[in-house]
Nanobody, 123 residues
Framework: QVQLVESAGGLVQAGGSLRLSCVAS????????MAWFRQARGKERQFVGA????????SYADSVKGRFTISRDNAKNTVYLQMDSLKPEDTAVYYC????????????????WGQGTQVTVSS
């Protein structure tokens, strides 16, 4: 059992930056792969990025590569998503997710989810 609580999102202008955080509790946080997904209005939930339990490996969707960075601080039971050079098409509800095992890129492979937080990017 893992519980995930996300920070609030926000409204930013195109080209701006925002950092999301997700705090985990329950079973050992450091043993889980962590990921971020997002879901825009009227669209399916899509993979954004993931980080292995050791922090040695990361994976990003092509649409965010070079702009977003995922990191984790196991001592604080927290995973972060740093978003830079934001675009209006990044507007979505962002979800933190966790799974036992290696990095996967589809939402069905994840067992635990945060509550979701709205990120809106204006032009």
């Amino acid at each position: 059992q893992v519980q995930l609580v996300e920070s609030a999102g926000g409204l930013v202008q195109a080209g701006g930056s925002l950092r999301l955080s997700c705090v985990a509790s329950g079973r050992t946080f450091s043993s889980y792969t962590m990921a971020w997904f997002r879901q825009a209005r009227g669209k399916e939930r899509q993979f954004v990025g993931a980080i292995s339990w050791t922090g040695d490996s990361t994976s990003y969707a092509d649409s965010v590569k070079g702009r977003f960075t995922i990191s984790r601080d196991n001592a604080k039971n927290t995973v972060y998503l740093q978003m830079d050079s934001l675009k209006p098409e990044d507007t979505a509800v962002y979800y933190c997710a966790a799974r036992w095992g290696n990095i996967r890129r589809i939402n069905q492979d994840y067992d635990y989810w945060g509550q979701g937080t709205q990120v809106t990017v204006s032009s």
